[in-house]
């Protein structure tokens, strides 16, 4: 007998050369090197789709086999326990690496975006708020002024008040966000294009099986984390915790090397890889669980029990490594704790539902001109200029964001500000309150006040930062520098929610006795929350961008320690989803992945057309026959000319021409690597040498040269489906499963083939798009 692979084929390949031993009889045998695997069989080219059934298989033949051989010797058990511990063990490392990365990525953007408006006299390493906290002249009412911190006004000119310092300390600014725009964009460009950008979309498309060589490299890795830190310090609208998610994957990437189990599978590569995703969002918001819950909902193709649990450890230990690093000086793992826990009332899901609505009529708004802007930036010359795109977009955004304090301070200071409740001892602009005769103060609650007139500019200045960042975070988004879209959509709804909850603050304080408030909002109470608002607006706009739910209002109870507002939080994220989907289906990583032509079966739409395989399948009627290999009549140069003529990465080998019966499916990419082996290998395998993928070979005539056994590398189960299947239950298939191709059959003979590619194009004509942007570009 000839050891043949299993039922799927022969996955890390093997095959490809014989060599001769003596059968039972002593009749010379051919015989497969199977023991001798050839390198590179079974593996994919770039921008290819991995067979998950293959892979798969692959796996469960690699793991029959440690539990066969552990119960051999002690040193098998030990190999066979060190396999099974070996997942963990790489959860661990990515923990702590993406960990550490964001720790780093985290003090030294708050250390550089500090630069841009000063230096520490102590020490230029020191960021404003650390330089103060060593000095002992720092008063209550001036925590920001220090001796040891001085602006460049300070330095340059000797002073920081009148009409020249301000021109000066505007000019530094400006200089600073260019130079560091400037950076990231040109590191971007001469090292690591795919740096750019947010990476989720790609990253779900990776994860669907696509693969895109380097984009999880280590280059991508060093200059991502290097110009995320340039990009977050110029200023820009953008924030950093999309581009950390890619951190994170690169580095389950690099560390997947380290394990056989990982590095030579595809698909175990990606369990690997939705945990980190998970990681990444564990860090950049210090909410564990909201990451794990964001993997399984928004990136992940497929999910097993097992890789939640792993996600689960690996986004711990993740959230510790941060938390020891401490980033933010506060003991806190999270970026906006929230001190109030004032209740809510049922009447506020009122403007809470509002903040919904206004959250999902701004994410499809957004969304939509977005696009429009990055096709733009695709069709027309605009692409082509991508540093000065990039510089003339810091430039817009430093010069008017200087003149206001709210987007003057970088996005998360503006969000912690919005969330944050006013106390007797906040002196900051929206907690100027007229201050009224309190008789009994609570502990932590302060009675509705009037406004105060700091209020009411600061009321201005947060519309006009409202409109800003509304604008600029469209532009921004997209552009070849490394851009997240959570903190920018965050701010816009966070001082939505802000200016509304003013509002709704001081209608309370002078109608208290309106049919609304009389129930619940006496005079001297402390009714309304503002900070509750803006925490509600940023989840609302947040949803409306990206269509999360679940892992969205995990996040936000994380981000902000907020337990007791989950269900404004589910409300608002609710409606926004709601609102956004009705004047738009996709949220703006599909939108994204649409535009770039990645081959991502979207598993949250539903194919409604009545048509069938043959519609789809190709050959069409007026198209040459399909390309086949017979099992056992083709020369080694026919099927090389076979290849050489065509660009499909795969063959069904059939019977014989005239009979059309199936007998397996093998790669282009295989088929290439084993008849190279063979020709180097083997002795006398030439251009007349036959090609057999049969059991056994027949008898050759005497002068012949030896034939070429290549069964081991054949599919022996590809996938079929006859004429007559319904799309809808082919486009199922094709998603569970993660094929790659299909062969369609008709009473057991071929017709044709369906391959992913073919699919999206169908759907994207049944829905008249261009089926040709389906196409990788």
């Given at each position: 007998?000839?050891?043949?692979?299993?039922?799927?084929?022969?996955?890390?390949?093997n095959?490809?050369?014989?060599?001769?031993?003596?059968?039972?009889?002593g009749?010379?045998?051919?015989?497969?090197?199977?023991d001798?695997?050839?390198?590179?069989v079974?593996?994919?080219?770039?921008?290819?789709?991995i067979?998950?059934?293959?892979e798969?298989?692959k796996?469960?033949?690699?793991?029959?086999?440690?539990?066969?051989?552990?119960?051999?010797?002690?040193?098998?058990?030990m190999k066979?326990?060190?396999?099974?511990?070996?997942?963990?063990?790489?959860?661990?490392?990515?923990?702590?690496?993406?960990?550490?990365l964001?720790?780093?990525?985290?003090?030294?953007?708050h250390?550089?975006?500090?630069?841009?408006?000063?230096?520490c006299?102590?020490?230029?390493?020191?960021?404003?708020?650390?330089?103060?906290?060593?000095?002992?002249?720092?008063t209550f009412?001036?925590r920001d002024?220090?001796?040891?911190?001085?602006?460049?006004a300070?330095?340059?000119v000797?002073t920081?008040?009148?009409?020249?310092?301000?021109?000066?300390?505007?000019?530094?600014?400006?200089?600073?966000?260019?130079?560091?725009?400037?950076?990231?964009v040109?590191?971007?460009?001469?090292?690591?294009?795919?740096?750019?950008?947010?990476?989720i979309?790609?990253i779900?498309?990776?994860?669907?099986?696509?693969?895109?060589r380097?984009?999880l490299?280590k280059?991508?890795?060093?200059?991502?984390t290097i110009?995320l830190?340039?990009a977050?310090?110029?200023?820009l609208?953008?924030?950093?915790?999309?581009?950390?998610?890619?951190?994170?994957?690169?580095?389950?990437?690099i560390?997947?090397?380290?394990?056989?189990?990982?590095?030579?599978?595809?698909?175990?590569r990606?369990?690997?890889?939705?945990?980190?995703?998970?990681v990444?969002?564990?860090?950049a918001f210090g909410?564990p669980?909201?990451?794990?819950?964001?993997?399984?909902?928004?990136?992940?193709?497929?999910?097993?029990?097992?890789?939640?649990?792993?996600s689960?450890?690996a986004?711990?230990v993740?959230?510790?490594?941060?938390?020891?690093?401490?980033?933010?000086?506060?003991s806190?793992?999270?970026?906006?704790?929230?001190?109030?826990?004032?209740p809510?009332?049922?009447l506020?899901?009122?403007?809470?539902i509002l903040?919904?609505?206004?959250?999902?009529?701004?994410?499809?708004?957004?969304i939509r001109?977005?696009?429009?802007?990055?096709r733009?930036?695709?069709?027309?010359?605009?692409?082509?200029?991508?540093v000065?795109?990039?510089?003339v977009?810091t430039?817009?955004?430093?010069?008017?964001?200087?003149?206001?304090?709210?987007?003057?301070m970088?996005?998360?200071?503006?969000?912690?500000?919005?969330?944050?409740?006013?106390?007797?001892?906040?002196s900051?602009q929206?907690?100027?309150?007229?201050?009224?005769?309190?008789?009994?103060?609570?502990?932590?609650?302060?009675p509705?006040?009037?406004?105060?007139?700091?209020?009411?500019?600061?009321?201005?200045?947060l519309?006009?930062?409202?409109?800003f960042?509304m604008?600029?975070?469209?532009?921004?988004?997209?552009?070849k520098?490394?851009?997240?879209?959570?903190?920018?959509?965050?701010?816009?709804?966070?001082?939505?929610?802000?200016?509304l909850?003013?509002?709704m603050?001081?209608?309370?304080?002078?109608?208290?006795?309106?049919?609304?408030?009389r129930?619940?909002?006496?005079?001297?109470?402390?009714?309304?929350?503002?900070?509750l608002y803006?925490?509600?607006?940023?989840?609302?706009c947040?949803?409306?961008?990206?269509?999360?739910?679940?892992?969205?209002?995990?996040?936000?109870f994380?981000?902000?320690?907020?337990?007791?507002?989950i269900?404004?939080?589910?409300?608002?994220?609710?409606?926004?989803?709601?609102?956004?989907?009705?004047?738009?289906?996709?949220?703006?990583y599909?939108?994204?992945?649409?535009?770039?032509?990645?081959p991502?079966l979207?598993?949250?739409?539903?194919?409604?057309?009545?048509?069938?395989?043959m519609?789809?399948?190709?050959?069409?009627?007026?198209?040459p026959?399909?390309?086949?290999?017979?099992?056992?009549?083709?020369?080694?140069?026919?099927v090389?000319?076979?290849?050489a003529?065509?660009?499909?990465?795969?063959?069904p080998?059939?019977?014989?021409?005239?009979?059309?019966?199936?007998?397996?499916?093998?790669?282009?990419?295989d088929?290439?690597i084993?008849?190279e082996?063979?020709r180097?290998?083997q002795?006398?395998?030439?251009?007349?040498s036959r090609?057999?993928?049969?059991e056994?070979?027949?008898?050759?005539p005497p002068?012949?040269?030896?034939?070429?056994?290549?069964?081991?590398?054949?599919?022996?189960?590809p996938f079929?489906?006859t004429?007559h299947?319904?799309?809808?239950?082919?486009?199922?298939?094709f998603?569970?499963?993660?094929l790659r191709?299909?062969?369609?059959?008709?009473?057991?003979?071929?017709?044709?083939?369906i391959?992913?590619?073919?699919i999206l194009k169908?759907?994207?004509?049944?829905?008249?798009?261009?089926?040709?942007?389906?196409?990788f570009?």
């Amino acid at each position: 007998k000839f050891r043949s692979s299993g039922p799927s084929g022969l996955f890390g390949g093997n095959g490809g050369s014989y060599g001769v031993g003596n059968g039972p009889n002593g009749v010379p045998k051919l015989m497969d090197l199977l023991d001798e695997p050839v390198p590179g069989v079974g593996t994919y080219e770039d921008f290819n789709t991995i067979d998950w059934v293959r892979e798969k298989s692959k796996d469960r033949d690699r793991h029959r086999e440690i539990a066969t051989k552990s119960k051999e010797s002690t040193l098998a058990l030990m190999k066979s326990i060190s396999d099974a511990f070996s997942g963990w063990l790489l959860m661990l490392l990515v923990g702590l690496m993406a960990g550490a990365l964001a720790g780093g990525i985290d003090i030294s953007a708050h250390w550089m975006t500090d630069l841009k408006e000063g230096v520490c006299l102590n020490g230029f390493w020191f960021n404003h708020e650390h330089c103060c906290w060593n000095s002992n002249e720092t008063t209550f009412q001036e925590r920001d002024k220090c001796p040891n911190w001085k602006s460049w006004a300070e330095l340059i000119v000797g002073t920081n008040d009148g009409p020249f310092a301000y021109i000066m300390n505007y000019l530094m600014y400006v200089c600073w966000a260019l130079l560091f725009s400037f950076l990231a964009v040109s590191l971007v460009r001469a090292f690591a294009p795919y740096a750019c950008g947010s990476g989720i979309p790609e990253i779900k498309t990776i994860l669907s099986g696509f693969i895109i060589r380097g984009y999880l490299g280590k280059w991508t890795l060093m200059i991502k984390t290097i110009t995320l830190v340039l990009a977050v310090s110029s200023g820009l609208s953008l924030g950093k915790e999309g581009p950390l998610v890619h951190v994170a994957c690169c580095c389950g990437n690099i560390l997947c090397h380290l394990f056989t189990k990982y590095r030579r599978n595809e698909a175990k590569r990606r369990e690997v890889l939705s945990a980190a995703a998970a990681v990444g969002v564990s860090v950049a918001f210090g909410a564990p669980i909201g990451g794990v819950l964001f993997s399984l909902e928004e990136v992940s193709y497929y999910f097993p029990l097992k890789t939640l649990w792993r996600s689960f450890f690996a986004a711990l230990v993740a959230a510790f490594t941060l938390r020891s690093i401490n980033p933010f000086g506060n003991s806190r793992l999270v970026l906006f704790y929230v001190e109030f826990h004032s209740p809510w009332h049922l009447l506020e899901l009122i403007p809470f539902i509002l903040l919904g609505i206004f959250g999902g009529i701004w994410g499809a708004f957004f969304i939509r001109a977005n696009i429009a802007w990055c096709r733009r930036r695709k069709t027309t010359r605009l692409g082509h200029y991508p540093v000065l795109e990039v510089l003339v977009v810091t430039a817009v955004t430093a010069l008017l964001a200087f003149p206001n304090s709210y987007t003057r301070m970088s996005t998360s200071e503006l969000i912690s500000e919005l969330f944050n409740d006013c106390g007797l001892l906040d002196s900051s602009q929206l907690c100027n309150y007229a201050n009224v005769s309190v008789t009994k103060i609570s502990s932590d609650a302060l009675p509705d006040r009037p406004a105060g007139p700091d209020v009411y500019t600061a009321m201005w200045q947060l519309s006009l930062a409202l409109v800003f960042k509304m604008l600029i975070t469209v532009v921004t988004f997209g552009m070849k520098v490394p851009s997240g879209l959570f903190i920018p959509s965050m701010a816009v709804g966070a001082i939505a929610g802000r200016l509304l909850g003013v509002g709704m603050e001081q209608l309370a304080y002078y109608h208290h006795d309106w049919v609304i408030f009389r129930g619940w909002c006496s005079p001297g109470a402390d009714c309304i929350t503002p900070g509750l608002y803006a925490m509600v607006g940023a989840a609302a706009c947040l949803g409306g961008v990206t269509r999360m739910t679940v892992s969205l209002v995990v996040i936000m109870f994380e981000l902000t320690g907020g337990l007791e507002y989950i269900v404004p939080l589910m409300a608002a994220t609710m409606t926004s989803k709601w609102v956004a989907d009705a004047l738009g289906r996709e949220g703006i990583y599909e939108a994204h992945i649409r535009l770039n032509g990645y081959p991502f079966l979207e598993s949250k739409e539903e194919f409604s057309h009545k048509t069938l395989a043959m519609d789809v399948m190709r050959p069409r009627r007026s198209d040459p026959p399909l390309s086949v290999i017979t099992q056992d009549g083709m020369s080694v140069e026919e099927v090389e000319s076979l290849i050489a003529e065509t660009s499909y990465s795969g063959f069904p080998v059939v019977v014989s021409h005239e009979s059309q019966r199936l007998v397996g499916f093998v790669q282009r990419r295989d088929l290439v690597i084993s008849i190279e082996n063979a020709r180097k290998r083997q002795e006398g395998v030439v251009s007349a040498s036959r090609i057999f993928f049969t059991e056994y070979t027949p008898p050759q005539p005497p002068n012949s040269p030896p034939p070429l056994k290549l069964r081991g590398i054949m599919d022996l189960s590809p996938f079929t489906v006859t004429d007559h299947t319904a799309m809808d239950i082919v486009v199922d298939i094709f998603r569970k499963l993660g094929l790659r191709q299909c062969l369609v059959t008709h009473n057991g003979r071929l017709l044709g083939i369906i391959t992913k590619k073919d699919i999206l194009k169908h759907m994207a004509q049944m829905a008249n798009r261009d089926p040709d942007s389906i196409l990788f570009n």
